[in-house]
């Protein structure tokens, strides 16, 4: 009751944040292929006249991608935004957004100049009210229509390149449903035709960024469709666990008593209905996910195939995982050997770090063991467990990146599967991102787990590390200043004796001064400073 009480409470407020901005899909807007709308604080396209951003050129970057996509100019996700847009709002400063209305991650205050640091908790450390809360939000984006965005039921192609829209509305969970669907769908080739080795969000480098930009944008619209500023996703730590703890009707939904695929009556998610699972239907019919419910909410943990995921990871697993110093390698794809990226999620070994196509281990793991809607790639976010779940990977990228600081170029600039490249946009997210601005410390994002906090990761072990592993990568040119130094050091002595030498021979030395006069003291402070 109190959780009824507590969703009807907030079900007066709304919010905005994700994929096509309503404000840029008239016909206008597609044919002039801009997306530049006004902010709401004065009126100018992007809050130019208050000098949060301007209207500028997309540039898309010329790096070449790997030989997995052997197309050009058949799927309106390549290059993106610039199928749709090629103009966008490019903000100033610490603003963000669509039309430069936010700020960027971690900033708050009228001008976006003031930190905040937000912790994510273990769903088991939340207290009641915590968690009822929780469950309420979730509920509450589930049933409000997403006042800024919409989302296409057609290509750019089947909307007569731009001339006739083909939008719908869309609410707010089912928004990034239709995100996840969206960007890792398969390319529809025309006539039964489709090409099904192609993700924008798995399978290679991008992985990780992508699911933690996912998660910042969910938990952003959370906040602002509730008020709640402080809300964080929470996570579940899967180590070692028999099976799915959080698996009942207190937290995300138990067993149906006759039907074990189905959620409990007394889950809160048993009236949920998916979409974008029905993959075969659409590419049968060379067509979109619309958004339009397809049935229940599915699963059943446990009752998987054994052969494929005998259990899900354990914590030596996860460690193994973190020592693995190269974040990907070889093809960046899914057959990447000894890549931290890859082994996280799931496509190598974690006890070797070899990939195995024939297993689904650490990420892919508890998709697989949940055995329903989470098992889906494409429709995979439909079942809330999917945001613990992805915070927990998360939060194992974040120990990664805090053990190895790695500088921005160890992110792959070129020859990662299309979509993936360091300076790629990240599909489908308006306004733009690209893979390599998340390829940095949660902290820097204006977020921590809470787990890592106790941990004391900036140990100072690791910062000698860090500064030592740069070191190592200077330090010819050090030897060298330092040879040069010498060098210098002993011409200006040899210079100064002869000097001092000249003096003595032209005054007795009772006649010597103690002090020096003005034009000696001038010259010697010149050779000082030289």
Known sequence: MCLLFLYCFLWGFHASTGHFPRACVSSRDLLKKECCPPWSGDGSPCGRLSGRGSCQDVIISSAPHGPQFPFTGVDDRESWPSVFYNRTCHCSGNFMGFDCGNCRFGLVGPRCTERRMLVRRNIFDLSVPEKDKFLAYLTLAKHTISADYVVPTGSYRQMNNGSTPMFRDINIYDLFVWMHYYVSRDTLLGGTEVWRDIDFAHEAPGFLPWHRLFLLLWEKEIQMLTGDENFTVPYWDWRDADGCDVCTDEYMGGRHPTNPK????????????????????????????????????????????????????????????????????????????????????????????????????????????????????????????????????????????????????????????????????????????????FFISSKELGYDYSYLQDSDPESFEDYIKSYLEQASQIWPWLLGAAVAGAVLTAVLGGITSLLCQGRRKQLPEEKQHLLMEKEDYRSLLSQSHL
């Open 262 to 437: 189905l959620l409990s009556p007394g889950s809160f998610f048993s009236s949920w209905q998916i979409i974008c699972s029905r993959i075969e239907e659409y590419n049968r019919l060379q067509m979109l996910c619309n958004g339009t419910s397809e049935g229940p909410l599915l699963r059943d943990p446990g009752n998987h195939d054994k052969t494929r995921t005998p259990r899900l990871p354990s914590s030596a697993e996860v460690e193994f995982c973190l020592n693995l110093p190269n974040y990907d390698s070889d093809s960046l794809d899914k057959a990447a050997n000894w890549s931290f990226r890859n082994t996280l999620e799931g496509f190598a070994n974690p006890r070797t770090g070899i990939a195995n196509a024939s297993q689904s281990t650490m990420h892919n793991a508890l998709h697989i063991f949940m055995n329903g809607t989470l098992s889906q790639v494409q429709g995979s976010a439909n079942d809330p467990i999917f945001l613990l779940h992805h915070a927990f990977i998360d939060s194992v990228f974040e120990q990664w990146l805090r053990r190895y600081r790695p500088l921005q170029e160890v992110y792959p600039e070129a020859n990662a599967p299309i979509g993936h490249n360091r300076e790629s946009y990240m599909v489908p997210f308006i306004p733009l991102y690209k893979n390599g601005d």
